[in-house]
């Protein structure tokens, strides 16, 4: 069993964030496996440091894109040729056996289940259900798979989308036709167009939803939440609230269990007070950036306040800090 892992990718601050609350996610509901993370060297060093203290294991790994701008397109989402970075995942010959989630999941419901399964499992994508959806899939770690795939990453048309999703449907074609056992169930990995294009199903199966994997152009973490009155804020247009529901399930556990992580890092460091990380992860240091230099000069409850809050300046070590946000609370509820 010590030798299955739940793994992820992070190439990014913006994206560690997401696997920091995916951790916790997976903490909470309990689990007998490892957690791996898959990074690049382009994460800062606070955030490396950060999944190296909530990750059993976290692999420097390097960074593969298809430039595959022709199909990355057709996907409208120029950015993902990075996730060919994800095939580095077979190389993990220590575990027998792995489960792949995205780092824009959310796990709700215990799935250690999933190590029942083999390779290769995954749930049917919800914008063509011939397609498996890559975000969530159970594998066997093989250095001679990762092989294989490197070739047709080196081959022309790797990808028929320009990400990894086309990528593996095209290596693992048998999936649509094989053992029903290899498709996982839905619940498993319940994208977010799911929420547009059939919501009464979404309301009728909510209680058995194991992982929302918030797929697509909006993530969690580019929203702001008020912690006082569980309020979300930033492009949030056409969101059902179902929807809503599941982003504020997500900021619960980035406020509650992963904003104390970098408040109190940043506070063991030199550079407290000169560092604010944006909703986007990216660590900004404010003796250098004019939008943020007058941190300390901004009246925490003020309109200016307010303002650094929606335009992603928010101070993690400073005023916006999980402890000064506390005390704040006590104030106004005393
Ligand atoms: N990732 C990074 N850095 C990036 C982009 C992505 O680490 O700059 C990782 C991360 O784990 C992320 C995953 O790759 O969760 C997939 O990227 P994401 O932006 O979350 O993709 P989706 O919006 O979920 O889009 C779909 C599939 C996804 C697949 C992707 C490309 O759901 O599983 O990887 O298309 O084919």
């Avoid at 894109?65 to 120029?78: A, I, K, Q, T």
């Avoid at 594998?139 to 990894?164: I, N």
């Avoid at 250098?288 to 230099?293: E, P, R, T, V, Y």
Wanted: charged share 20%; hydrophobic share 35%.
């Amino acid at each position: 069993m010590s030798s299955e892992a739940f793994v992820t990718l992070v190439t990014n601050d913006s994206y560690a964030l997401g696997a920091l609350v995916l951790a916790k996610s997976i903490q909470s509901v309990g689990t007998q496996r490892k957690l791996v993370a898959l990074i690049s060297n382009n994460l800062s060093a606070p955030l490396r440091e950060i999944l190296e203290k909530t990750f059993n294991e976290v692999i420097l790994v390097e960074e593969l894109d298809s430039r595959d701008s022709e199909h990355l397109r057709l996907l409208l989402r120029p950015e993902l040729g990075i996730t060919f970075t994800k095939i580095n995942c077979w190389l993990l010959e220590q575990y027998t056996k792995c489960v792949f989630l995205d780092a824009d999941c959310l796990v709700l419901r215990q799935i250690d289940d999933l190590f029942e399964r083999e390779e290769f499992s995954a749930a049917h994508d919800a914008g063509w259900p011939d397609c498996f959806n890559s975000g969530v899939f159970v594998y066997r770690p093989s250095k001679e798979t990762y092989t294989k795939l490197m070739q047709v990453v080196s081959g022309k048309d790797a990808s028929f989308d320009g990400g990894d999703q086309g990528l593996l449907n095209e290596y693992f074609s048998n999936w649509r036709s094989s053992d029903i056992s290899r498709h996982l169930p839905f619940t498993y990995n319940v994208t977010s167009n799911a929420f547009y294009s059939y919501l009464p199903a979404i309301t009728r199966f909510r209680n058995e939803i194991r992982i929302i994997h918030f797929a697509g152009a909006l993530k969690p973490w580019q929203l702001t939440y008020n912690p006082e009155n569980e309020q979300l804020s930033g492009n949030l247009e056409g969101q059902s609230d179902v929807q809503r529901d599941f982003l504020l399930s997500w900021w619960r556990i980035m406020y509650q269990q992963v904003w104390p992580l970098l408040s109190t890092f940043n506070q063991q460091t030199d550079f407290i007070n000169k560092s604010s990380i944006s909703p986007q992860g990216q660590l900004i240091d404010s003796s250098n950036n004019n939008n943020s230099s007058n941190n300390d000069t901004i009246q925490p409850g003020s309109a200016e306040h307010r303002r650094a809050w929606e335009t992603g300046h928010i101070d993690y070590t400073g005023r916006d800090s999980y402890s000064h946000i506390q005390e704040q609370l006590e104030r106004n509820i005393a």
